[in-house]
Nanobody, 124 residues
Framework: QVQLVDSGGGLVRTGASLRLSCVVS????????MGWFRQPPGKEREFVAS????????YYSGSVKGRFTISRDSAKNSVYLQMNSLKPEDTAVYYC?????????????????WGQGTQVTVSS
């Protein structure tokens, strides 16, 4: 099993920045990629970004590309999501995810492992 603990959410104003963090532990030798999903209020979960376990490949949804950056720190077994120029439509519960498939698979398939979620609220 893989355990994910995500954190870093909060309440911010439009245009602000936030950095989400996720620490991964457990049977990480099978992990091929990590990522972030979000679930806005009253809507379905959606893909945000993913990164290969080595950190060499990244993928983003069109709605966050250019504003969000996903990164990995292998020494800390962590993945981050730097969110800049936040908008009210970014308001959601954000989930850290991990899977044994490559990062591009997260755009179309549901990851196997999920964190508990962290709330991000952007006020106008």
């Amino acid at each position: 099993q893989v355990q994910l603990v995500d954190s870093g959410g909060g309440l911010v104003r439009t245009g602000a920045s936030l950095r989400l963090s996720c620490v991964v532990s457990g049977r990480t030798f099978n992990v091929g990629s990590m990522g972030w999903f979000r679930q806005p209020p009253g809507k379905e979960r959606e893909f945000v970004a993913s990164i290969g376990w080595s950190g060499s490949r990244t993928y983003y949804s069109g709605s966050v590309k250019g504003r969000f950056t996903i990164s990995r720190d292998s020494a800390k077994n962590s993945v981050y999501l730097q969110m800049n120029s936040l908008k009210p439509e970014d308001t959601a519960v954000y989930y850290c995810t991990a899977d044994d498939r490559p990062p591009q698979a997260m755009e179309i398939m549901t990851p196997e492992f999920w964190g508990q979620g962290t709330q991000v609220t952007v006020s106008s």
